[in-house]
């Protein structure tokens, strides 16, 4: 028995058996990633005390540290100001007495430890400079001498020095 099948039977049957899956439509694109990273720097002081004496015999030396941190290669430059009291410069610095301004005493600021190299203000002259940050904390010391010789009267004496930093490409 041969069956004759129609052409639209077979279709029709196969239709069900030939059905393939739909295929899911796909788009791309690229998401650009970028991040500028500008010159940052900040500068902390600690105090600096010279402690108590009597007479002004010998130098009084005392040092502190400042700490630096700025962006990794940033070149910067720590200047420290000539301070608050009445005449002083950043060559003469003025410790002033607390309750008789009219009192002071002579102090000085250096870059290093023998106290010869004045720290001063003016960038790129008188301050403390480095080509390029590590982008860690570093220590900065800074040196101070009261100068021996000095007839200072009894009392407590202080003074305030702004520390600045300047940084970035343009130095």
């Known amino acids: 028995m041969n069956r004759i099948i129609s052409a639209a039977a077979f279709i029709a049957a196969g239709t069900s058996l030939l059905v393939l899956p739909a295929v899911a439509q796909t788009a791309t694109d690229t998401i ?18 010279f402690g108590s004496t009597g007479l002004v015999d010998t130098d009084i030396d005392a040092q502190t540290d400042l700490t630096v941190e700025c962006t990794a290669g940033s070149p910067y430059a720590i200047g420290l100001g000539a301070g608050a009291g009445v005449g002083a410069t950043v060559a003469a610095r003025l410790l002033t007495h607390t309750t008789v301004a009219a009192n002071t005493a002579a102090y000085g600021l250096y870059q290093e ?30 040196y101070g001498r ?22 970035g490409t343009g130095l």
Not at 149 to 166: E, F, H, M, S
């Open 32 to 49: 650009g990633v970028s991040l500028t990273v500008e010159a940052e720097c900040t500068v902390s002081a600690a105090d600096l005390a």
């Open 146 to 167: 009261v100068p021996a010789g000095q007839n200072i009267a009894t009392g407590a004496y202080a003074d305030t020095i702004t520390a600045t930093i300047w940084y």
């Open 113 to 142: 430890a023998a106290r010869t190299t004045n720290w001063g203000n003016t960038e790129g002259v008188d301050t403390v400079d480095s080509a390029g940050a590590t982008g860690a904390p570093e220590t900065v010391t800074v």
